[in-house]
Every structure is written in structure tokens, then in C-alpha cells.
């Protein structure tokens, strides 16, 4: 079925280190697939998203790679900074005329540590 | 510009009762999602509503339902609820495809 995981529950790095969170997906009809960032008791911030495509996009110290041969998303954050501190969703989305359905992993808590 | 806002962010109700979650979306989207997020866990699709027409629905019970008004905002009704319902209800808007969330209603069910 539709399933949309991560590989590493918690990531710590340090200050000024780049981070690389994984994500797998299982589901090759997707199109499209979106990073989120959900810092406690707010709601998810779109990071960067990802057509299916291409293979590589690039943000503002982000970048996000996709390999659609092994169904794999990752998103790599430059020079981490203690704000990056959150948990991280990938998610992807199979797009139907207007109707679009995001399917979230379980996320990952990224810690940044001084 | 405001982003989507959600009312009210936080209640607390007892097994059995009902509630209404509400929702208004960024100026000009005309698309409204609703999604559950347990905690501890990645939200999950329970609607979506788009030109007041609901167009996918995730595996939720009956118990579940939801509108969209003319002015594009949405309600969430939650009947009959169970311990399980407590979550954070998160509502997104969209135009051509992202998502925008809400900041969320966190229900509690004792």
C-alpha cells in the first residue's frame, strides 16, 4: 500500500554541521513530494518540494534529492543552525484533477546541539 | 497577508460528545484540507474540499464529517467521540498545490 517512512527517528548534529534527513517512499505513482518542518505546537511549514521530474531542487541552505530508481527523498540542510531544530515530515502527494492527498512518513526530530 | 487560521486551538470535550472545528483559508485558495495528527506521528488525510465540493476522503469513520461555505471556509464534525479522537486537527489551504497549514486545534477526549 501507500507508505511513506524515514529511516532515523532522531538526528543530532552540531552547530554549523550539514544535516541530511532520509525518507523513503513506496508508492511510484506519486508526482510530487514535499519536505515539512514542524517545530512543537505549531503546524507544518513547507521547506521545499520536489516534482517527480527532476532529481535535484535547491532552497536557501536547503537542497532536496530525489531517486526515484530506489524510491528514496533526502533533504540536506547547510550549516545547521539551532533554528533548524524541529521535527521534519517528507511527504508525497499523488495529484488527482483538483483532489491532491498528502501522505506524511512519521517524521524526524532533528537536534542541534551548540 | 493572514495564513490559514483554525479555531478554537485548543478543547477538551468527554467521550461521547460532538464537535465542530473550524477553518478559514488564505485569501483566495479555494481548496480546503482537513488532516489528524496524532501525537507522535505524521498527519494523517482526512479531507479535502474543493469549490465546496468535497473530492477525496482518507479512511476515516463515518463519524467524521465535513462542509465547505461559500466563502471557501471549512468545518470539521467530529460525532460520538472516542478516546482516540485526541489529536492535533490540522487544516491546510491550497491554490495550485502546496499546502499551507494551520496552526491546528488540539481536541482532548476524556
Known amino acids: 500500500g501507500e507508505s511513506v517512512g524515514l529511516h532515523l527517528p532522531t538526528l543530532s548534529v552540531q552547530e554549523g554541521d550539514n544535516s541530511i534527513i532520509n525518507c523513503a517512499y513506496s508508492?511510484?505513482?506519486?508526482?510530487?513530494f514535499i519536505w515539512y518542518k514542524q517545530e512543537s505546537g505549531k503546524g507544518p511549514q513547507f521547506i521545499i518540494d520536489?516534482?517527480?521530474?527532476?532529481d535535484k531542487r535547491q532552497g536557501q541552505r536547503v537542497t532536496v534529492l530525489l531517486n526515484k530508481t530506489v524510491k528514496h527523498l533526502s533533504l540536506q540542510i547547510a550549516a545547521t543552525q539551532p533554528g533548524d531544530s524541529a521535527v521534519y515530515f517528507c511527504?508525497?502527494?499523488?495529484?488527482?484533477?483538483?483532489?491532491?492527498?498528502?501522505?506524511f512518513g512519521t517524521g524526524t526530530r532533528l537536534q542541534v546541539t551548540l | 497577508d493572514a495564513g490559514v487560521t483554525q479555531s478554537p486551538t485548543h478543547l477538551i470535550k468527554t467521550r461521547g460528545q460532538h464537535v465542530t472545528l473550524r477553518c478559514s483559508p488564505i485569501?483566495?485558495?479555494?481548496?480546503v484540507s482537513w488532516y489528524q495528527q496524532v501525537l507522535g506521528q505524521g498527519p494523517q488525510f482526512i479531507f479535502q474540499?474543493?469549490?465546496?465540493?468535497?473530492?477525496g476522503r482518507g479512511n476515516f469513520p463515518d463519524r467524521f464529517s465535513a462542509r465547505q461555505f461559500p466563502n471557501y471556509s471549512s468545518e470539521l464534525n467530529v460525532n460520538a467521540l472516542l478516546l482516540g479522537d485526541s489529536a492535533l486537527y490540522l487544516c491546510?489551504?491550497?491554490?495550485?498545490?502546496?499546502?499551507?497549514f494551520g496552526e491546528g486545534s488540539r481536541l482532548t477526549v476524556l
Open positions: 491546510a489551504s491550497s491554490s495550485y498545490g502546496e499546502l499551507f
Open positions: 508508492n511510484s505513482a506519486s508526482d510530487y
Open positions: 520536489i516534482r517527480s521530474n527532476m
Open positions: 511527504a508525497e502527494n499523488i495529484e488527482s484533477g483538483t483532489a491532491s492527498k498528502l501522505t
Open positions: 485569501s483566495g485558495h479555494k481548496s
Open positions: 474540499y474543493y469549490e465546496k465540493e468535497e473530492r
